[in-house]
Nanobody
Framework: QVQLVESGGGLVQAGGSLRLSCAAS????????LGWFRQAPGKEREFVIA????????YEGDSVKGRVTISRDNALNTVYLQMASLKPEDAAVYYC?????????????????WGQGTQVTVSS
């Protein structure tokens, strides 16, 4: 089993930036490919960004292209989501996900483990 715990969510002003963290435990972090998804109220969960087990390449969802960066620190068993130029439509619960594979993936079905989510609210 892999346990994932997101943190770093909160209230941010539109146009601002925020970094979310996801700490993993239970399995060797370096063996996991990782991704971030988000779900706004009344919306389906959507893909944000993902990173391979080796740290690259990364893939971005269409709605966040150019505004997000994913990185991982294997020493800290943590994957990060850096978001910039935040828009009100970015408000959502953000989830990190992990899969026991090398390649990054963009679909929810590709992932084996999920965190509980962290709320991001964007004021305008």
């Amino acid at each position: 089993q892999v346990q994932l715990v997101e943190s770093g969510g909160g209230l941010v002003q539109a146009g601002g930036s925020l970094r979310l963290s996801c700490a993993a435990s239970g399995r060797a972090f370096s063996r996991l490919a990782l991704g971030w998804f988000r779900q706004a109220p009344g919306k389906e969960r959507e893909f944000v960004i993902a990173i391979s087990r080796s740290g690259g390449p990364t893939y971005e969802g269409d709605s966040v292209k150019g505004r997000v960066t994913i990185s991982r620190d294997n020493a800290l068993n943590t994957v990060y989501l850096q978001m910039a130029s935040l828009k009100p439509e970015d408000a959502a619960v953000y989830y990190c996900a992990a899969r026991e594979a090398v390649a990054a993936a963009t679909t929810m079905a590709s992932y084996d483990y999920w965190g509980q989510g962290t709320q991001v609210t964007v004021s305008s």
